[in-house]
């Protein structure tokens, strides 16, 4: 299975602010992706990260709202933007493991007050 | 639209009993079926279907998939606090590299 490592676990952050999500493989991976979870809710596909291009976006989700770097075939980071309480959520990473079983990060918990 | 439905959305047993969840599912070009448990924060995995009618096991846990009613199921015998978690369903459509989740089934296991 793939070992996937979230920065940072938890984070309360204020109104208007922005917060950068850090997501790192223990291997090579084509493609990631970043999911939201919101309080009660079940997970919700935000974008999907390739290197060297840009981001594969969700129907709901934009850019501007939530940037995506992915510098290298390990890292990505996701940027909330302009946080609002709405935007409070679990905020996971994943990628596909050797078996086409898809793995997730630990996960980011951010409050947003 | 793809559809991943679960049921029930909570279950409340004591520890002993056995219990089925369900997922059911709508999706174009069908490519797998995954169960994952979450307890905390992040999802773990627990079984990838992809054959009708072949059930996997892990220990308590079994599970299968019924390609021709679209639905899959989930049972956990002898269960035991430990099981207490959301227990979700998501189904990875063929030619997407993405997958969607079901709303999730809420087990609480009490002593």
């Known amino acids: 299975s793939a070992v996937i490592s979230q920065k940072p676990s938890r984070d309360i952050c204020q109104r208007g602010t922005s917060l950068t999500i850090q997501c790192q493989v223990d291997?090579?991976?084509?493609?990631m992706f970043w999911y939201r979870q919101q309080p009660g809710q079940s997970l919700t596909l935000i974008a999907t990260a390739n290197q060297g291009s840009e981001a594969t976006y969700e129907s709901g989700f934009v850019i501007d709202k939530f940037p995506i770097s992915r510098p290298n075939l390990t890292f990505s980071t996701l940027t909330v933007s302009n946080m609002s309480p709405e935007d409070s959520s679990i905020y996971l990473c994943s990628v596909y493991g050797p078996t086409d079983t898809q793995y997730f990060g630990p996960g980011t918990r951010l409050t947003v007050l | 639209e793809d559809k991943v439905v679960q049921s029930p959305l909570s279950l409340v047993v004591h520890e002993g009993d056995t219990v089925t969840l369900n997922c059911s599912y709508e999706v174009t070009n069908f490519r797998s079926l995954l169960w994952y448990k979450q307890e905390k924060k992040a999802p773990t995995f627990l079984f990838m279907l992809?054959?009708?009618?072949i059930e996997k096991k892990s220990g308590r846990l079994s599970s299968i998939l019924d390609k021709k009613e679209l639905s899959s199921i989930l049972n956990i015998t002898a269960t035991q606090t430990g099981d207490s978690a959301i227990y979700l369903c998501a189904v990875a459509p063929r030619g997407n590299n993405d997958m969607r989740f079901g709303a999730g089934t809420r087990l609480t296991v009490k002593p």
């Open positions: 992809t054959s009708s009618g």
């Open positions: 291997s090579q991976v084509t493609m």
